[in-house]
C-alpha cells in the first residue's frame, strides 16, 4: 500500500486512492467542489489544488493518485494563492444572489469563499447570462449560478442511470442542460438539488420558502415504500416544510427517492383532525369521548367471529401490536396485514425478508428478479443494483416484464414456468446461480400477491435450496416489499389465526354480511366496495382516502411525521421514526388512541408509557431488541407447493407517485403523475412558450 507524507504526517493508503483521500487520512480537509465520494473524477473546478514536492505546479488532490514517498503540501503560500485564484475565477460570473438564493446558509460556495475569497474583483466585464432550463415540476435551475463541477451531469448518468443532462458548448459559453429541453425523468433526480455545491439547482415546490436557520431538524425514517431510508424532517412551527437524505451506509447510502422527498406537501391536505361519526348517512364531528363510547358499545356488543381489523401500509409497529392486544382482548382472530393478499409470513421469517440485506447486493455477482420492477418499489434499492452491475461482477436476469430498469439485462420471459424450470435446473441461468459466489433472487411483493403466490414462493424457495444461494455467511433469498409497515406486522404475528379469515375472506364476508365489523388502522389498499352497507366500518388513520370516505366512524391518527414509531425494513431492520411535528387538531398518536378505547371497554392494554409498549414488544419479537440493525431471520419451510398458474407477473406499482395516501394527497406527486406516467403537462408546468418530453 502506498506510503506518503501529507504536511509531515505519514500516512498509508489503499492503492488506487487518491492525494485528496490520503490528506483526509491524514485529518486535512481539502476544499472541493466537483469531486465527490460516490461519482467518478471529474477535476473540473481545481479548487482543490496542492502543492507535491518536485512537481512544476500545484497538482489537483482529487485526480492525483498517491504514490510511494509523495510529499504533499496543504497549506503553503503558493497553494494558498492558487486557490485564491480559482476563487476569483469561479466569482467572476457568479451572480452577487446570495440573499434571495435558497442555498443560502447551506451553500458551499460561501464556505468556501469565507476562506479564499476576495473582496473585490478585477473582472470589469460583463457578466455571462445563462437561460434557464425547465427541469420540471422538481427542479428549479438558476443556471447563471452554474460553476460547472458537473455533479448533476455525473449523478444523473452514472447513479440514476437515466442520462438527460449534459454540458454542451465551450468555454465561457459552457451550459448543463439537457439537450432538447425537457424534464429530468428519473425517480431520484431530487439527489442532484443536494449535490449541487451552488444555488444552480434548488427544490421548485420549496423555494423562497425558509432558510436553514428557521428550521427545527428531525432525524427520522421515511416510510413511503419498505427501504425505510433515513431521512431528516425539517419543520418551522407546525408544518413540515422538508425532508432530506441522512447517512447511512447500509440503507439508502446519501440518496432518497422523489417521491419521499417531495410529497411532504401531501401531509397538509386532506387531513381528519377531528372525530367523525356517521349519523343518517351524513359524517358529522364528533368529541373524542362520544365516537371511542360509541366504538367501546360496538366493539363488545359483537360477536367476535364477526369482527375482523386490517392494517395499512404506513401504521407504525407499537400501533399493530397494540390493536392486535385489543383484539385479541375481545377474541377476535380474524386479523391481517397483507392488504394485497399475499401468501406470506406463514413459514419461516426469512420466507418474507430481503436477506441479502441492501448493502449485500454490492456483493453479489449473480442476480434473478423475479416479477418485480425495482425502478418504482424500491428505487434505492434499484440503484444499488445498478451500482454492481457498474462494476461488471454481476450478471443480471429478470423474469417478468421487459422494463427500463437503468441496467443492462438478461430478460429470460414472462412465463411463470421459467421460475420452476430455474428451480429443476432445467434452464440456462440456473447454471449461472449454481456457478455463483454470491447468487440472489428477488421475488417482488406481487409474486406473492398473485392466486398461486403460496405455490410462487415455494418454488422460489426451490431455487434457493437447489442452486446453493443458501451457504454459510449468505443467504440469497430475498422479498422485496412495498409497505413500510409489512415486516413489522409480520414478526408481531398480525395475521389471521388457523381457521379465521384473511383480507380476501374478510371483504367477502363483508359483503355478504357475514362480517358485520371491521376496523382498519390506516388501511386504504382495499377494495371499500366489498364492505357491505350492514357492515360497521371504523377507520383510524391521518388522511381522508378511501378508508375514511367508507367509514361510519373515524378516529383521527397521526402520520409518520407526527409521531415517535418503530418501522421495519424489509431487510428486517427496525428503525425509530421521531416526532417532528405535533398531529393537527385534535388528532393523536395511535397507539394512544387504542390504549383509550381499551380502558373504555374495560380491557385495558398492559401498557401506559410508549416506553413500556416498546418492552412488550420487544417481549413479543426479537426484532424490536435491537434497533438499528438487521435482525437475521431463520431458513426454513414456507410456501406451498403447487401448480403454477399460468400468465404473466406484474408489479403491484402501476404509477410511481401516486402509491400511498401521504402521495395521493400531494400536489406536487399529481404534477409528476401527470407528467412522468401520463404524458401530460399540467398547466403550471409551462413557464414559457413551447413543450418538453
Not at 422494463?403 to 430455474?422: A, E, M, P, V
Amino acid at each position: 500500500m502506498p506510503k506518503l507524507t501529507v504536511d509531515g504526517i505519514e500516512v498509508e493508503v489503499q492503492p488506487g486512492a487518491t492525494v485528496m483521500q490520503a490528506c483526509e487520512v491524514a485529518g486535512v480537509e481539502i476544499p472541493r467542489f466537483c469531486y465527490h465520494e460516490r461519482l467518478s473524477i471529474a477535476g473540473n473546478c481545481r479548487m482543490c489544488l496542492v502543492e507535491m514536492e518536485k512537481a512544476p505546479k500545484p497538482i489537483a488532490s482529487c485526480a492525483m493518485p498517491a504514490a510511494d514517498n509523495m510529499v504533499i503540501k496543504t497549506d503553503t503560500n503558493t497553494v494558498r494563492k492558487a486557490r485564491r485564484g480559482v476563487m476569483e475565477f469561479l466569482l467572476i460570473n457568479h451572480p452577487l444572489d446570495c440573499p434571495i438564493c435558497d442555498q443560502g446558509g447551506e451553500c458551499d460556495l460561501q464556505d468556501q469563499a469565507m476562506g479564499y475569497g476576495y473582496d473585490r474583483s478585477r473582472y470589469a466585464e460583463n457578466k455571462r447570462a445563462v437561460p434557464d432550463k425547465n427541469f420540471g415540476p422538481l427542479i428549479k435551475t438558476f443556471m447563471n449560478r452554474c460553476i460547472h463541477c458537473t455533479r448533476c451531469v455525473r449523478f444523473i448518468a452514472e447513479v440514476a442511470g437515466a442520462p438527460d443532462l449534459g454540458a454542451t458548448g465551450r468555454g465561457e459559453h459552457t451550459e448543463i442542460g439537457t439537450y432538447i429541453e425537457k424534464a429530468i425523468s428519473s425517480e431520484l433526480s431530487g439527489n442532484i438539488v443536494d449535490l449541487c455545491p451552488v444555488g444552480a439547482l434548488t427544490s421548485k415546490p420549496y423555494a423562497y420558502t425558509a432558510r436553514p436557520w428557521e428550521l427545527r431538524k428531525t432525524e427520522s425514517i421515511d416510510v413511503l415504500d419498505a427501504v425505510g431510508a433515513n431521512i431528516r424532517v425539517d419543520a418551522r412551527g407546525g408544518e413540515v416544510l422538508r425532508v432530506l437524505p441522512r447517512l447511512n451506509e447500509d440503507v439508502n447510502e446519501e440518496w432518497l427517492s422523489d417521491k419521499s422527498r417531495y410529497s411532504v406537501d401531501g401531509l397538509k391536505k386532506k387531513r381528519l383532525d377531528r372525530p367523525y361519526v356517521r349519523r343518517l348517512g351524513k359524517l358529522t364531528e364528533a368529541s373524542w369521548e362520544e365516537a371511542l363510547s360509541i366504538v367501546a358499545d360496538r366493539l363488545t356488543g359483537t360477536d367476535p367471529r364477526k369482527m375482523a381489523a386490517l392494517v395499512g401500509d404506513l401504521v407504525d409497529a407499537e400501533s399493530i401490536f397494540a390493536l392486535k392486544g385489543l383484539m385479541e382482548s375481545l377474541g377476535v382472530s380474524n386479523l391481517d396485514s397483507r392488504l394485497d393478499g399475499a401468501k406470506i409470513g406463514e413459514g419461516a421469517r426469512a420466507g418474507y425478508l430481503f436477506n441479502s440485506t441492501i448493502a449485500g447486493i454490492d456483493e453479489a455477482d449473480a442476480i434473478l428478479i423475479v416479477g418485480s420492477n425495482p425502478r418504482w418499489e424500491a428505487p434505492l434499492v434499484n440503484a444499488r443494483i445498478r451500482k454492481r452491475y457498474l462494476t461488471g461482477k454481476a450478471k443480471i436476469a429478470v423474469i417478468g416484464e421487459k422494463l427500463d430498469l437503468t441496467y443492462k439485462f438478461d430478460h429470460l420471459g414472462d412465463d411463470t414456468g421459467l421460475l420452476q424450470n430455474i428451480a429443476d435446473g432445467r434452464h440456462p441461468f440456473a447454471e449461472v446461480l449454481k456457478g455463483a459466489q454470491r447468487p440472489m433472487i428477488i421475488i417482488g411483493s406481487g409474486v406473492a400477491a398473485r392466486a398461486d403466490g403460496a405455490a410462487q414462493m415455494a418454488a422460489a424457495r426451490a431455487v434457493a435450496d437447489n442452486l446453493g444461494l443458501i451457504k454459510d455467511g449468505w443467504n440469497g433469498f430475498n422479498v422485496l416489499h412495498t409497505a413500510a409497515s409489512r415486516v413489522g406486522a409480520l414478526d408481531l404475528g398480525f395475521l389471521p389465526k388457523s381457521g379465521a379469515r384473511d383480507t380476501a375472506a374478510i371483504l367477502d364476508g363483508a359483503s355478504k354480511g357475514e362480517i358485520e365489523l371491521v376496523f382498519l388502522l390506516g388501511a386504504d389498499g382495499i377494495d371499500t366496495s366489498k364492505l357491505g352497507e350492514k357492515t360497521l366500518v371504523i377507520y383510524q388513520g391521518h388522511h381522508g382516502d378511501a378508508g375514511a370516505a367508507r367509514a361510519d366512524i373515524i378516529l383521527p391518527g397521526a402520520a409518520y411525521t407526527e409521531k415517535n414509531g418503530t418501522y421495519v425494513n424489509l431487510e428486517g431492520r427496525a428503525q425509530r421514526a421521531k416526532m417532528a411535528v405535533f398531529p393537527p387538531g385534535q388528532a393523536r398518536e395511535d397507539w394512544k388512541i387504542l390504549r383509550a378505547l381499551s380502558g373504555t371497554i374495560a380491557r385495558p392494554l398492559p401498557f401506559d408509557t410508549l416506553e413500556q409498549l416498546r418492552g412488550k414488544m420487544a417481549e413479543a419479537s426479537a426484532t424490536f431488541r435491537t434497533i438499528g440493525a438487521v435482525t437475521p431471520g431463520a431458513w426454513g419451510s414456507f410456501g406451498t407447493t403447487g401448480p403454477l398458474n399460468p400468465g404473466g407477473y406484474s408489479s403491484p406499482v402501476s404509477d410511481f407517485y401516486l402509491t400511498c395516501v401521504v402521495s395521493r394527497a400531494s400536489e406536487t406527486m399529481a404534477k409528476c403523475s401527470t407528467l412522468f406516467i401520463h404524458g401530460q403537462q399540467p398547466d403550471d408546468l409551462l413557464e414559457r412558450t413551447g413543450t418538453y418530453g
